[in-house]
Each structure stands twice: as structure tokens, then as C-alpha cells.
């Protein structure tokens, strides 16, 4: 299977690369160098027994008139006794601290960037460096933009000083955004992934059929392929209504070589008030089908080659309802601050699990277990400013 | 890897190859196309409520919490720009 991974996706990469440098000579019209901005976000996660919050801090300058740098630091603050932990291990808590680095140059028609990326918990590390390079064209009605990414992690195990593994993850990407008339723009954005070494977790377990335990099943862990490669495509629009508001939707495909497919849909609008507020609400849907190696009970040990009970690899779907606020708190500037919102969103996500099975619950023969589902909470409150 | 899934994995990139060539051959038969919506109609579009990403640090957060729990990751940024306004 590695190999069929990896000699397909060079030339498919290539393909991409070769079409889209052909259409990036006959640019027309420069780009533009991002807003000087700073944001500091404050983030909460609640659901499924696991909570997660910290803060992320995102600034980004101009300097010598061609250049633009940002910086990102955040932070997840995890506690979690989710039901994989309670059902096969203990409750913990762990801190991941991630940091970025960008640049940008716009050198006459081409804005180029580049990223690094640095990612530390006490079990797993990794890096990431990208480019990126976007261009417009027919008057500016047209950006095409083309991206890269390469990333190197190293995967440990609490409590094993042995164990220590590698996963490298490389990404294409290419989008369009068009404007299609004074009121419509419309966008496609297109992204393969490959990922080679250890691809899952390593504390997470299967479960098996075994008459000799009291449950009636038993635990052993999990194996993955050691390649993925993944497909997803993009088309999204925004509409601008007849009144000061807009509409926005967007669907994306995704299929993987783990036989995962998923379908994702969103519906937004967004309404500007009288007094510097907007407000903004959203609906996104999506659903996928499961990995080929994932049940939720195996008949017996070391059933197959690979096997998985991940549920983020089974049969689900999720739905969010988000609602949002923004207010304009510095409108007529301070010092040498432009202007400064202050932010809130609050997204209510559902998972339903159609081939996972809630395993707290006893009692009954195994695979007969209520299937499982939760609700999470998901907060934003931030700040921004220009300047 | 069962044939169903080397088949389903070369459908994807068959099709975008194509679309993407299709794309190509749009972008540059139509260098010398004059723009249909003038820079002085753009009003609209340079809204900021019209942005693909009015606040990054709050989409990088979400995109985070859907790749986390979702099997499906990628596409989820935009070309950006477009505005043509500036």
C-alpha cells in the first residue's frame, strides 16, 4: 500500500503544480500586503468529558513596504476523561503549546509566503514549514493561489522511554476566488495530503470478542497503515444581499485512501447594526463514512491487519449552530491604534455516532451497547486591533 | 488496501487534474478579458462583511476543532483576496 501511496502522488502533485504555474503567467495586477493587526483570543472547549481552553495571541506588521510578518502563539489546556479514557485508561491532563511564524513579500504581481510552524506536548512534537504564492489576475476579478507544506512529527508514549516513532506530512493545496458580479464571489479551493509513519494514537485500544472476560470482550491496541493520503475539494460563496448583509455557503468533498468519505455543508449570514455591531450566525453539517479498518467490536484478536476503534475513523455526523458578536470599541482611534473590536462566538456542536458504542454502559451482550453521542461547547471572546 | 478504496483514491485526483486543466486553459485564454465588474462597482465586495476570513485567528481556531474530531481535513482555507479594491 505504501507504495501505490507514494507513486501516485507525485505525479498528481505535479499535475496540480504544472496547471497552476501555466495559469500564473498572465498575471495582470499586483496583490496586496495583509493588515496590520493584533488579536488575542481566548478559547473553550467542553464535551464528551473533555475540556480544553487557552489563549492564542496572532500579530502581523508591515515593514519596508514590500514585507509582512505575523506571529502566533496559543496554547491548549487539556483535561480529559473522555469516554476512550474512562473506559481503558485513567483521566489526565496535558498542555500543548504551539508557535508560528509567517512572512510575507509581494514582489510586484506575486505575493509570496512563507510559514513555520512548532507544536510541543509532553508526548508528541512537530513541525511544520509551508510556502505559498498567490497571484491575481483580470483586473483582480481573479486570485489563484498555490501552497505547500511539509511536515515532520515525532510521536512518544508516557510512561514507554523507549517507544519513538516519526509521521511526515506533506500538503498541496491550490484555491481560486472569483468575483462573479458586483454582489457574488465565489471561491474553490482543492488539498492532497500524505501522511507516512505512526498515524495513530498510541494509547488508544480495540476491542475484541473474548467469552473468557466478564465484560464478554476484551482490548488490544490499535494498528494503522503507516500512509494516508487524502483528497478534498472546496467550493464556497458569498453573497451580498440587496441590504447591508451577506450570505455565505459551502460545501467540501473529501475522500481518503482509508476509505473515509465525508460531505460538508455551511450556511451563514451576517448582519452589520447601526452603532459598530455584527452579528453573525451559521449552520454546518457533515457526515463521513468510516475507515475500512475500523469496528467498533473485532470477533476475535489480531482480527485483520489493521484495526482501529477510533471514533473520529467511524460512521458519523455532527451538526453546528453558531452564533456570533462583534462590536466596534475604537472607531475613532486611539493613539496608534485605527480601530479595536471586541468579539464573541458560541458554536453548539452534536456528534452522533452510528457504529460507535457507548461501553459504560454493562449489563448487556457485547455490541448491544446504546450507541454513543455528546454535545460540546465551543467559546470564543477576543479582542482585535489595527493599527 | 482493498480495490474499492485504490479506486476511490484515484477517482479524486482524476477529476481535480481535470477540472484544474479545464481551469488552466480558462486563466490563460483569458489574459486579454476586460474585467466585467469595474473597479468602481466593487463596493460591495469590498465590504468587510464579504471577507473569506474576517478574523484568522478565530477560523484557525474552529478549522483546529473540526480536525481534531472529524476523519475529513483540507480545503478549508480559501484563495483569498479577490477583493480587487485596493
Known amino acids: ?387 | 488496501m482493498t480495490s474499492r478504496s485504490l479506486q476511490s483514491a484515484r477517482r479524486g485526483p482524476t477529476a481535480a487534474a481535470a477540472v484544474l486543466a479545464v481551469l488552466a486553459t480558462l486563466l490563460l485564454g483569458g489574459c486579454a478579458v476586460e474585467p466585467w465588474v469595474k473597479p468602481y462597482e466593487r463596493d460591495r465586495i469590498a465590504d468587510p462583511i464579504m471577507s473569506w476570513d474576517r478574523d484568522p485567528v478565530s477560523s484557525a481556531y474552529l478549522h483546529h476543532v473540526y480536525e481534531a474530531r472529524e476523519g475529513a481535513r483540507g480545503a478549508t482555507g480559501s484563495a483569498g483576496g479577490g477583493c480587487g479594491c485596493n
Not at chain 1, 484555491?175 to 474553490?188: D, K, M, Y
Request: charged content about 25%; aromatic content about 14%.
Open chain 1, 1 to 387: 500500500m505504501a507504495a501505490i501511496s507514494r507513486g501516485s502522488l507525485p505525479r498528481r502533485a505535479a499535475a496540480v503544480l504544472a496547471a497552476c504555474a501555466a495559469a500564473l503567467s498572465c498575471a495582470v495586477r499586483a496583490g496586496v500586503l495583509p493588515e496590520d493587526r493584533a488579536d488575542l483570543l481566548y478559547h473553550s472547549y467542553d464535551g464528551g468529558g473533555v475540556t480544553i481552553d487557552g489563549p492564542s495571541l496572532l500579530v502581523r506588521k508591515q515593514f519596508a513596504d514590500k514585507f509582512s510578518a505575523s506571529a502566533n502563539y496559543y496554547v491548549d489546556r487539556v483535561t480529559s476523561a473522555s469516554i476512550d479514557v474512562v473506559t481503558t485508561a485513567s483521566p489526565y491532563t496535558e498542555e500543548r503549546t504551539q508557535y508560528s511564524l509567517g512572512l510575507d513579500y509581494l514582489h510586484d504581481r506575486w505575493l509570496l509566503n512563507l510559514g513555520y510552524t512548532s507544536s510541543e506536548e509532553n508526548d508528541y512534537s512537530a513541525s511544520t514549514f509551508s510556502v505559498g504564492v498567490s497571484q491575481d489576475f483580470f483586473g483582480d476579478l481573479t486570485t489563484l493561489s498555490l501552497g505547500y507544506s511539509l511536515g515532520k512529527d515525532e510521536v512518544g508514549r508516557r510512561g514507554d522511554s523507549i517507544f519513538k516513532d516519526t509521521v511526515e506530512r506533506q500538503q498541496y493545496r491550490i484555491g481560486l476566488s472569483q468575483i462573479l458580479t458586483r454582489n457574488l464571489i465565489v471561491g474553490l479551493s482543492f488539498e492532497t495530503i500524505t501522511d507516512e509513519g505512526f498515524l495513530n494514537n498510541p494509547y488508544r485500544q480495540v476491542r475484541y470478542i473474548d467469552e473468557t472476560s466478564p465484560l464478554g470482550y476484551a482490548y488490544e491496541p490499535e494498528v494503522y497503515p503507516r500512509t494516508r493520503t487524502s483528497d478534498a475539494a472546496a467550493f464556497r460563496l458569498r453573497y451580498h444581499l440587496p441590504y447591508r448583509a451577506a450570505l455565505h455557503g459551502e460545501y467540501r468533498w473529501y475522500t481518503d485512501s482509508w476509505d473515509i468519505g465525508a460531505d460538508t455543508f455551511e450556511l451563514g449570514y451576517t448582519h452589520p447594526l447601526d452603532g459598530g455591531w455584527i452579528l453573525e450566525a451559521k449552520v454546518r453539517l457533515y457526515s463521513q463514512t468510516a475507515a475500512s479498518f475500523y469496528e467498533d467490536l473485532f470477533p476475535r484478536s489480531r482480527f485483520q491487519n489493521f484495526m482501529a476503534r477510533d471514533k473520529e475513523l467511524s460512521t458519523f455526523d455532527s451538526r453546528t449552530i453558531r452564533i456570533g458578536a462583534s462590536y466596534d470599541v475604537l472607531r475613532g482611534g486611539w493613539k496608534f491604534v485605527d480601530r479595536g473590536t471586541v468579539n464573541i462566538a458560541y458554536d453548539r456542536i452534536r456528534f452522533d455516532y452510528k457504529d460507535f458504542r457507548d461501553l459504560r454502559v454493562t449489563g448487556v451482550p457485547p455490541g448491544q451497547e446504546p450507541l454513543y453521542g455528546f454535545d460540546a461547547n465551543v467559546v470564543q471572546v477576543f479582542v482585535s486591533f489595527w493599527f
